[in-house]
């Protein structure tokens, strides 16, 4: 049986567990704070990476299949990819680690690059429930479970006076 380390948010040495196989790497300042129902939300700049990190399966635990998607605020609140989602990164294969970094870019030189503006927010969500017959699950799943989602608002700051 395959088997993947605990997921974990990581800025410098804050480390908030939540979800179970996948590694959302951002150093930050305040530390990442996981809000329960709500997920993570991060402030990054332009200019910033992130780094999603899939680990090969260890022995003994159980390792749990995810496909992350960038989407809408409403599908990430209704916990829904059904209508037109953006694949990020697709975790299934346990034999080997999988990273995704994305740069917080306002314009990206590839044709099929991530783009985004300041003072907007972003979203990351998975549906899958951690199985492999799960993976392509498109409702529900570790987004409603374990509020498995990361809220980006690029280019704000946290506790910001508007």
Known sequence: MFS????SFLSGSCQVEGWSSTQISYVSSPPLRFLSGRGVV???????KLDIICPKAEPGRDYEFYKLYLVRREQAEGCSTVMDPNVLVNCN???KDIKFTI??????PNYM???FKKNMNYYITSTSNGSVE????????VCKTRAMKVIMKVGQVLFAVL
Do not use: T, V
Not at 4 to 7: G, Q, R
Not at 42 to 48: A, C, K, S, V
Not at 103 to 108: D, I, L, N, T
């Open 4 to 7: 993947s380390p605990p997921l």
């Open 42 to 48: 991060i402030y990054p700049d332009i200019g910033d």
């Open 93 to 95: 294969k346990p034999e």
């Open 103 to 108: 740069k917080f870019q306002e314009f990206s």
């Open 113 to 115: 690059g991530l783009e």
């Open 134 to 141: 799960g993976l392509e699950n498109r409702e529900g799943g």
